[in-house]
């Protein structure tokens, strides 16, 4: 049995070992890097056989590894594909060329024309133009809500959609980019089958599960159809590769590989390589910064020129975010807002003090990372929508990154005597 298979190893363990047996490549211990755009065949009736698998579920293929051509599939996507299916908790997974490549193929998969989508605020801005910008040229109503807490305002949200055409979609990100707000994934999920039984149509849930990952919030154990995560942060790990992926029941994932075969948006072999070696020790980078988050969310939040923090280990207790964060996060991440006294001038002077911390866009790498987001990341957001998701002139996103603690808040301490 396979480690992706044996449901008693750990998440850590699986992050090393799921997907790849060293039987299948000559023995090596480490996967070997597969850099060809073509697959010989066998023979002219295998050749049928694999087509015949891949496009139709059946012939004796199904289930054995053969290849066509790498932009379909090949070897080393397939190791890449099984680990995080085992550390998501689900039947599969595909993986796409980025974040955004896997949020496309969801969207083009599953409405149409006239149908109608829901989704929480604040978003990532990238998906927020995906569902405000293109989906409706082509007939595709989006509606939101904002508290993700709080059933009526779900609801509120459906009904909208649904004035509009079915609902076919709910997406939701949680923690949320870049406050960390909290939607209840469950609540989610129940509100879907609420809505399928009325109307005849369930909605798929999908998360954006990005911002904790598959090490620190399961959401497939909590009842979504598709678990989506930007590859890129913490799982790549490194900010030096682009990746997405998606996780969830068997059926709901061979379409989008098919969809992803059409637009091209698969991910090479290399990439595949690097991103598998990152993997391994997700765990341990994670770890890391989120033990030094913490420490730095304490100074933030006790530094006089800080006005507030969205720090998910600050909820208050007894509210309803907090009950929600105790009952399906394992812990807080190490990414968070927060925001400084006065507006964008004090902001960007606080920016242009540092030294150590990095002043980019992107998040979950080795190295600190912070942004201003109303400026860079949500800056095509219209700014009532901004304000609305909890997003001002004076918020900043902060990822906190693996090097000592001591010398990032020596480096926020410096900028913030700049204000």
């Not at 996967?31 to 002219?44: G, N």
């Not at 807490?149 to 779900?154: G, K, L, P």
């Not at 909208?160 to 960390?180: D, F, M, V, Y």
């Not at 209840?184 to 149509?201: N, Q, W």
Request: net charge negative; proline share 6%.
């Amino acid at each position: 049995m396979s480690a992706a298979e044996d449901p008693v190893l750990h998440p850590e363990t699986l992050a090393v070992r799921a997907g790849y047996e060293p039987a299948e490549a000559s023995n090596a211990a480490k996967p070997p890097i597969y850099m060809t755009s073509t697959f010989a065949y066998a023979s002219a009736r295998q050749a049928k056989d694999i087509h015949q698998a891949y496009f139709d579920g059946t012939g004796p293929e199904v289930g054995r590894p053969g290849h066509i051509y790498a932009r379909l599939g090949h070897p080393n996507l397939d190791m890449v594909e099984t680990r995080l299916a085992a550390l998501d908790g689900a039947e599969a997974a595909a993986v796409f060329n980025s974040g955004m490549a896997t949020h496309s193929a969801i969207a083009l998969a599953h409405l149409r024309p006239g149908d109608s989508m829901v989704f929480s605020r604040p978003i990532y801005g990238g998906t927020n133009g995906l569902y405000t910008g293109l989906m409706p040229e082509f007939g595709v109503h989006a509606a939101t809500f904002a508290d993700g807490c709080d059933r009526a305002d779900m609801m509120a949200a459906a009904e909208r959609a649904l004035a509009s055409g079915p609902l076919k979609l709910i997406l939701i990100e949680s923690p949320a980019n870049p406050t960390g707000a909290i939607v209840d994934i469950a609540m989610v999920v129940e509100l879907a089958d609420a809505i399928g039984v009325r109307t005849g149509v369930r909605p798929l849930v999908v998360i954006d599960n990005t911002l904790l990952g598959p090490l620190m919030q399961r959401p497939i154990a909590l009842g979504v159809d598709l678990c989506l995560t930007s590859l890129t942060k913490y799982c790549g790990g490194h900010s030096d590769l682009l990746a997405g992926g998606v996780s969830g029941r068997a059926a709901l994932i061979q379409p989008l590989r098919l969809l992803r075969t059409t637009l091209g948006s698969h991910l090479d072999p290399y990439t595949s390589w690097l991103l598998l070696r990152s993997m391994e020790t997700v765990h341990l980078r994670a770890e890391r910064a989120m033990e030094n988050a913490r420490h730095v969310a304490e100074f933030l939040r006790d530094h006089p020129k800080v006005a507030g923090i969205t720090y998910l280990g600050f909820l208050a207790e007894g509210t309803p975010e907090r009950r929600v964060y105790d009952r399906q996060c394992r812990a807080a991440g190490s990414t968070f807002s927060f925001a400084v006294t006065g507006g964008e001038p004090e902001a960007f002077r606080f920016l242009d003090a540092l030294r150590l911390l990095r002043f980019a866009v992107s998040l979950g790498g080795s190295e600190t990372l912070i942004t201003h987001p109303a400026t860079t990341t949500h800056y095509a957001i219209l700014p009532e929508e901004r304000l609305a998701g909890g997003i001002t002139d004076a918020t900043l996103r902060l990822s906190v990154g693996i090097e000592h603690v001591d010398d990032l808040i020596a480096d926020l301490s410096r900028a913030l005597d700049a204000i």
